[in-house]
């Protein structure tokens, strides 16, 4: 498997992960998170897996996609619940400081 094929296959698992626990939640739309709902699906994702597994092989690339609807005009996202969520609770914030100190000139170690 060369390496793009490796990260749409991780793009891809991500993205039915977050699905899926949004279907399973019953209260939260894929597109349209709240920071709360941010904050419980990263707290089993830490409970599921190593938190540094969690930040890289998940928790990042849903993120990024936030980030990207933010920057996109076709999407009327003002928000990002991701960022909101690690100024307000304890295992996003725990994520996100993980992220932040394995950033080295803009792409995650």
């Avoid at 749409?8 to 709240?34: G, H, I, Q």
């Avoid at 904050?39 to 936030?66: C, H, M, N, P, V």
Wanted: with cysteine; charged share 30%; net charge neutral.
């Amino acid at each position: 498997m060369n390496r793009r094929s490796s990260s749409e296959s991780k793009r891809r698992r991500s993205e039915r992960a977050w699905e899926s626990w949004c279907d399973f939640t019953a209260d939260n739309n894929p597109v349209l998170a709240t920071p709360a709902a941010v904050e419980r699906w990263t707290e089993s994702l830490i409970d599921e897996y190593q938190t540094s597994y969690a930040l890289k092989g998940y928790w990042a690339i849903i993120e990024r996609f936030y980030t990207w609807m933010m920057m996109h005009v076709d999407y009327p996202h003002t928000y990002q619940p991701f960022w909101m969520a690690a100024t307000e609770y304890e295992a996003t914030k725990k994520i996100w400081d993980l992220k932040l100190s394995r950033v080295r000139g803009g792409k995650l170690e």
